[in-house]
C-alpha cells in the first residue's frame, strides 16, 4: 500500500486505462519502496501503449538509477538506449526529458559536453515554463 491507492489499483489503471495520474502516484509508491526497476515497465508501458511524454523521462531516470545503484555507470547499449527515450520525450516537449539532456550536455555526461546545445535545450525548456504561465494565468 502506498499513501495514495493500493498498488494493484494503479497497476491496473496504468496497463488498462493509460492513467497519467494512476501512473504518476506508482512512480511515487515505487520510489517510496525503492523498487524503481518495476516502474519501468510502467514506464515503457505508458510509451508504447499511450505515447506519454513524462513516461520518456521516466525510461531515462530508472536505467540511470539501476545502472548507477552500485557505483557503475551505464553500459553503452544501456546508456544509448536511455538517450534515445530522453530524446524522443524532449521532442514532445516533456520539460523533464530536456532538463536531463540540459544537464547532460553542460556536465558532459553520456554526451559530448555541448555549451551551445545546453544553452538551445534551456531556452526550449524557457519558452515550455512561459507557454505555461500564460497558459494557466488568468487574466480579468
Not at 88 to 107: F, T
Not at 109 to 116: E, F, N, S
Request: hydrophobic share 35%; charged share 25%.
Amino acid at each position: 500500500m502506498n499513501h495514495t491507492r493500493p498498488i494493484e489499483v494503479l497497476k491496473e489503471l496504468v496497463l488498462i486505462e493509460g492513467d497519467s495520474v494512476a501512473y504518476n502516484e506508482l512512480m511515487i509508491a515505487y520510489f517510496v519502496r525503492k523498487n524503481i526497476e518495476e516502474y519501468l515497465i510502467y514506464s515503457l508501458f505508458m510509451i508504447h501503449q499511450y505515447n506519454y511524454p513524462r513516461a520518456y523521462s521516466n525510461v531515462y531516470s530508472c536505467l540511470e538509477r539501476a545502472s548507477e545503484s552500485n557505483g557503475n555507470v551505464m553500459d553503452e547499449r544501456t546508456k544509448e538506449m536511455a538517450l534515445k527515450y530522453l530524446r524522443r520525450g524532449a521532442e514532445l516537449n516533456d520539460y523533464n526529458s530536456l532538463s536531463y539532456l540540459w544537464s547532460l550536455y553542460l556536465e558532459g555526461k553520456y554526451v559530448p559536453k555541448d555549451t551551445i546545445m545546453s544553452q538551445k535545450i534551456k531556452n526550449r525548456m524557457d519558452e515550455i515554463s512561459l507557454l505555461k504561465v500564460y497558459t494557466t494565468t488568468r487574466w480579468d
